[in-house]
Nanobody, 119 residues
Framework: QVQLVESGGGLVQPGGSLRLSCSSS????????MGWYRQTPEKQRELVAS???????SYADPVKGRFTISRNSAEGAVYLQMNSLRPEDTAVYYC?????????????WGQGTQVTVSS
């Protein structure tokens, strides 16, 4: 079992920045991919950014150039640096980790952290 705990959400004005953290109960190196998703009451959960632990990163078009996903393996954490925030970035942000067990990809989710962008 992998437990994920997000933190760092809050209220920020448009144009501001926040950094979300996702702490994993297992070594980051044992995971295949980690990512950040977001969801609002009006929309389905959508991918924001992802990182293949031994590979590349990818971003959703609306956040390219503004958000950055990174990791600190020593701390067992993945981060999402969010700059130039917009009201449409308001959502609950979830951390997801995936690992392969006996050839099957298993997903784990955190509980989510609220990000509100408003003046």
């Amino acid at each position: 079992q992998v437990q994920l705990v997000e933190s760092g959400g809050g209220l920020v004005q448009p144009g501001g920045s926040l950094r979300l953290s996702c702490s994993s109960s297992v070594s980051i190196s044992s995971l295949y991919v980690m990512g950040w998703y977001r969801q609002t009451p009006e929309k389905q959960r959508e991918l924001v950014a992802s990182m293949v632990i031994r590979g590349s990163t990818s971003y959703a078009d609306p956040v390219k150039g503004r958000f950055t996903i990174s990791r600190n393996s020593a701390e067992g954490a993945v981060y999402l640096q969010m700059n130039s925030l917009r009201p449409e970035d308001t959502a609950v942000y979830y951390c997801k980790a995936s690992r392969v067990i006996m050839g099957v990809l298993i997903d784990y989710w955190g509980q989510g952290t609220q990000v509100t962008v408003s003046s």
